[in-house]
Nanobody, 116 residues
Framework: QVQLVESGGGLVQPGGSLRLSCAASGSIFVIKTMGWYRQAPGKQRELVASITSGGDSTDYADSVKGRFTISRDNAKNTVYLQMNSLKPEDTAVYYC?????????WGQGTQVTVSS
C-alpha cells in the first residue's frame, strides 16, 4: 500500500522560507513524475511544481517560478519543495502526487500559512 506523507509546513512571515517534504515507499514512487499541488480554501487545487522521475527536468507554475524549487531524492523516496520569498497568496494546503498519470491516494497535505 502506497501512502504519501507531506510535512514541513507551518506559519511563516512574508518573505520567509519553508522546505516541504513528501515521502512514500515503494518503487512506484521513484518511476513517476511527481508534483506539488496546493489548494486554498474556496480555490481549486493547482499544480505548482513538477519533477521528472530522474530529476532531470522541472516545471513551475508562473505564480511560483523563481521562488520555489522542486527536487527529489529517489534513494530516500522523497520529493522536496523549497519555498523562498513566500507571499500571503502562497497560503494553502500543499500536497504531493504524481503528475499526468499514476495518481495515488491523496495524503493529508501540509498547511503553509504566510502571514505577519
Amino acid at each position: 500500500q502506497v501512502q504519501l506523507v507531506e510535512s514541513g509546513g507551518g506559519l511563516v512571515q512574508p518573505g520567509g522560507s519553508l522546505r516541504l517534504s513528501c515521502a512514500a515507499s515503494g518503487s512506484i514512487f521513484v518511476i513517476k513524475t511527481m508534483g506539488w499541488y496546493r489548494q486554498a480554501p474556496g480555490k481549486q487545487r493547482e499544480l505548482v511544481a513538477s519533477i521528472t522521475s530522474g530529476g532531470d527536468s522541472t516545471d513551475y507554475a508562473d505564480s511560483v517560478k523563481g521562488r520555489f524549487t522542486i527536487s527529489r531524492d529517489n534513494a530516500k523516496n522523497t520529493v522536496y519543495l523549497q519555498m523562498n520569498s513566500l507571499k500571503p497568496e502562497d497560503t494553502a494546503v500543499y500536497y504531493c502526487n504524481a503528475v499526468r498519470s499514476g495518481y495515488m491516494p491523496w495524503g493529508q497535505g501540509t498547511q503553509v500559512t504566510v502571514s505577519s
